[in-house]
Nanobody
């Protein structure tokens, strides 16, 4: 089992920045990919950014050039640095992990609210 705990959300003005953190615990050696998703009111959950253990990184088109995903393996922590925030970035942000064992089992954090005031 893997547990994910997010932090760093809050209220920020448009154009501002925030950094989200996600700490993984449990059997972290089974994780093959991690990332961030978000869900705005009335909308489906969508991918924001992901990376795999073999170095592949992917961003949603809407955040390319503004958001950066990174990790600190020693701390089992994944970060999402968000800059030039827009009102449309307002959502609950969820940390995600995909395991090798059980095959492709998906874990989610509880979510952290990001609100961007226009």
């Amino acid at each position: 089992q893997v547990q994910l705990v997010e932090s760093g959300g809050g209220l920020v003005q448009a154009g501002g920045s925030l950094r989200l953190s996600c700490v993984a615990s449990g059997i972290v050696s089974t994780i093959k990919a991690m990332g961030w998703y978000r869900q705005a009111p009335g909308k489906q959950r969508e991918l924001v950014a992901t990376f795999t253990r073999d170095g592949n990184i992917d961003y949603a088109d809407s955040v390319k050039g503004r958001f950066t995903i990174s990790s600190d393996n020693a701390k089992n922590t994944v970060y999402l640095q968000m800059s030039s925030l827009e009102h449309e970035d307002t959502a609950v942000y969820y940390c995600n992990a995909v395991a090798k064992i059980p095959i492709n089992k998906v874990y989610w954090g509880q979510g952290t609210q990001v609100t961007v005031s226009s």
